[in-house]
Each structure stands twice: as C-alpha cells, then as structure tokens.
C-alpha cells in the first residue's frame, strides 16, 4: 500500500506570499502529526491530529501557521505571509492509533523562501 | 529546558566498534520510546521501539529507566552502513523528537 505522500515536495515562494502544505496518511492512520525541520538541526513538533482534532496547537510558531484535517485523512499546514525563517524541510508522519505506535513519514516538503 | 535531550555528537568510530547513545526526556508521564534513524537528507524511519524491560535486535540494544527518565542505544560491531543520525522519541499524547545524534563509521 501507499506510504505517507506529501506535496510539493519543494516549494519556492516569494517572502510575504502564503503557502499551503498537503499531507496524505496511510489509510486508516488515525493519528497524524507534523514537524519542521531546518537544515542541520533535529524535528521541531509542530503540531499533531487525533482523527480531525488537534488537542494542542501550542507547538505552532506563530499565529501565521495554521492546520487542519478532514475525513480523519488530508492535513493541510498553511503558512501565512511567509518569512525567511520559515525555509525547512516540513515532516508529516501518521500513525495507525496514537503516539505508542510507529510513525510513518512522508518524504517532506522542502519550503524556500526567497 | 527541551523535552528530549540527546547527546549533541557527532560520534566518529571505527568499524566495529561499540557505540553508545543516551537520551534523557522531561516528562514522567511518558508512555512508549522510540529510537528513529534519519540518513541524511532523507526522512526519519523506526530503528527500535524500547520496551520496559530493555530489549535487543542483533547489534542493537536499548534500555529504559523510568525512574532516572533515561534511555539508551547500544551499537555493537559497527558497520559504515550504521552511518546516520540517531533521534530519540518519546511518547505521550504526542511523539517528541531529540536533536539526534550523527554518527559516522569509518573504515
């Protein structure tokens, strides 16, 4: 079956513009999770899905990041008036129950912001 | 104070040598442990879930104490392919990634 699949893979935009991130989980992953990565450094949690909740967005940057997911399936990460500093590599993992059970992650979306 | 800590590395070891890699985590109500490996430029993937009791998969061993909010992985006889980062996970609601630790096995 499928993995987890995450679009763009690369993503150059201009700073100020928004951009949209778009996760696919593993069919019937009930928990889903997303981490920023920039280069050279470790996962930074972002924020993660219990079905279509998010009990904690408190991982969230700023108030320019924003997430959701619907039919207990695609999240979406969208960044508002991007900045410099949002340039990483943007990690979905999903997992079949909750967080005692292995994370599978997408190959990420390489955000540049130019 | 981070929720997982790791140490920062890098470690450079000949093959075969015996490495080892230690983890400390904030949060006593934590339920499972991970190890994830992360080659380079690619995305993270499950090394070894820690079980209570400690546990070992051929080269690989990893112990947990939940009193001291410890955990640790034990490479035996390195190999070049064991070449990547190392990143602990731990387990609540949420899972916690540590910083990781990149190791390199030379010839």
């Known amino acids: 079956g499928a993995g987890v699949s995450q679009s763009p893979s690369n993503k150059v935009t201009e700073k100020g513009k928004d951009v949209e991130l778009r996760c696919d989980p593993i069919s019937g992953h009930t928990a889903l999770y997303w981490y920023r990565q920039r280069l050279g450094q470790g996962l930074e949690f972002l924020i993660y899905?219990?079905?279509?909740?998010?009990?904690?967005k408190s991982g969230l940057p700023s108030d320019r990041f924003s997430a959701e997911r619907t039919g207990e399936s695609v999240s979406t990460l969208t960044i508002q008036r991007t900045q410099q500093e949002d340039s990483a590599v943007y990690l979905c993992?999903?997992?079949?129950?909750?967080?005692?059970?292995?994370?599978?992650f997408g190959q990420g979306t390489r955000l540049t912001v130019v | 104070r981070k929720e997982v800590e790791q140490d920062p590395g890098p470690f450079n070891v000949p093959e075969g040598a015996t490495v080892a890699f230690n983890c400390t985590y904030s949060?006593?109500?934590?339920?499972?442990f991970f190890w994830y490996r992360q080659d380079c430029r690619k995305e993270p993937k499950l090394l070894m879930s820690v079980y209570s009791s400690g546990n070992e998969d051929g080269r690989f061993t990893v112990q947990l104490n939940r009193a001291s909010q410890y955990i640790s992985l034990l490479i035996r006889d390195s190999k070049l392919s064991d070449s990547a980062t190392y990143l602990c996970v731990v387990a609540y609601n949420d899972m916690r990634f540590g910083a990781g630790t990149r190791l390199t096995v030379k010839p």
């Open positions: 949060n006593s109500a934590s339920q499972s």
């Open positions: 993992a999903s997992s079949l129950i909750w967080a005692n059970t292995e994370a599978f």
């Open positions: 899905f219990q079905g279509n909740s998010a009990p904690d």
